[in-house]
Structures are given as C-alpha cells and as structure tokens.
T-cell receptor, first 114, second 113 residues
C-alpha cells in the first residue's frame, strides 16, 4: 500500500520560530511536492523536487525553503514563521515519467502560527 | 492567471440523485492531464479519476465519470447515485508538464438524506 507520511498532524508555533515540516514516501517516487491549502484558494504549490538535491519554485515560494537530501524525504522549512503562514500543508509524491501520473498525498499538517 | 476554475463553492444534492461539479481550465498545451480529487473532512486527498487530453472517450470509474469537452476546456465531474459518504470537498486539477500540477479552489458537496 502506497504511503506518504507527514511528521505532524497539528503544529503550533510562535512568530519568528524556524519550522520544519517533514514528509516521507515509501514508493520510490522521483517527484515530491509541497502545497498549502487555504479556504477558497484550493491547493497552491510552494515547491517541488524531481530528484535528490533538486528543487523548483512553485507559485508561492516566498517565506519558504525546501531540502531533499534523500529520495524518500522532502522537508519544508519556514525560516521565520509568520501568522500569514497559518495554513494546512500537504505533501505529495509521484513517479517522474509518463503522461499519466497520480499524486499521492500525505494526511496534511495543520500549522498555526501565533 | 487562474488555470483551473471551479465556479461552485458549494453544492447540495439529494441522496441517490446525480450531481455535476463544474471545472474549466486554461492551457495552450496540446498534451495535458485532468484529475479530480476528493477530500473528506478527515483531510486526506483521494484520487478519483483522470482524463488525458488525447483521450477521445470520457473517463469513468464506478459512479464517477468525467464529462470532457475539449473545445470548451471543461472537465466536469459527474457523480451518479449520490451517497452520504460523498459529502466532501472536490478538487479539479490539471497537469501541463511532467512536474507541474495546478488545483482549483474546490467545491464543497453536501449530500442530503
């Protein structure tokens, strides 16, 4: 059974803290993605990675960075958390090649920045 | 610019009836894929159905079908015989490149008993 796991379901952090959100997949997928989900806005792509140590900016990368040191792990970093980064964060993975590839999602991390 | 548009923030349907959730998209690519995902209140994203831009027939998966009208750039999801468990958020998404998927704002479907 395919699996994408995220380190926390709920997280509360203070403004200015450095925050790490971890995502691990066990499907040997090349692609990994970080989205944030806000009501009325759907899912917006923050960053994605198509290989170890490779990363590409999505639509809203400002205030975020990512790290992919191993194929199975993709980390989202909030260098200095702000209240406008309070959101649901979803990680996903997929195979690299082929016209059709489904994205498999983790359960999400609901982050609150106070 | 918005690439995926879901114009219905919320929809209601009576149990056992069919419902159509609208999705329009914007692309200049010839090759692309269209996806629908379901997100129950528990939060996980569940893949429902896929339609490739070159597929001539509408995709179907059980009670789900995708009404694909390429010239109109629409990819509506049809759920037949609605069940209470179908109550959820539904997201339409499009992939234009291997590494690029964009989602709409979502439609919240409520199935009434």
């Amino acid at each position: 059974d395919v699996k994408v796991t995220q380190s926390s379901r709920y997280l509360v952090k203070r403004t200015g803290e450095k925050v790490f959100l971890e995502c691990v997949q066990d499907m040997d997928h090349e692609n990994m993605f970080w989205y944030r989900q806000d009501p009325g806005l759907g899912l917006r792509l923050i960053y994605f990675s198509y290989d170890v140590k490779m990363k590409e900016k999505g639509d809203i990368p400002e205030g975020y960075s990512v790290s992919r040191e191993k194929k199975e792990r993709f980390s989202l970093i909030l260098e200095s958390a702000s209240t406008n980064q309070t959101s649901m964060y979803l990680c996903a993975s997929s195979i690299l090649s082929g016209e059709f590839y489904e994205q498999y999602f983790g359960p999400g991390t609901r982050l609150t920045v106070t | 610019a918005q690439k995926i548009t879901q114009t219905q923030p919320g929809m209601f349907v009576q149990e056992k009836e069919a419902v159509t959730l609208d999705c329009t998209y914007d692309t200049s690519d010839q090759s692309y894929g269209l996806f629908w995902y379901k997100q129950p209140s528990s939060g996980e994203m569940i893949f429902l159905i896929y339609q490739g831009s070159y597929d001539e027939q509408n995709a179907t998966e059980g009670r789900y079908s995708l009404n694909f009208q390429k010239a109109r750039k629409s990819a509506n999801l049809v759920i037949s015989a609605s069940q209470l468990g179908d109550s959820a958020m539904y997201f339409c998404a499009m992939r234009e490149a291997v590494n690029d998927m964009r989602f709409g704002a979502g439609t919240r479907l409520t199935v009434k008993p």
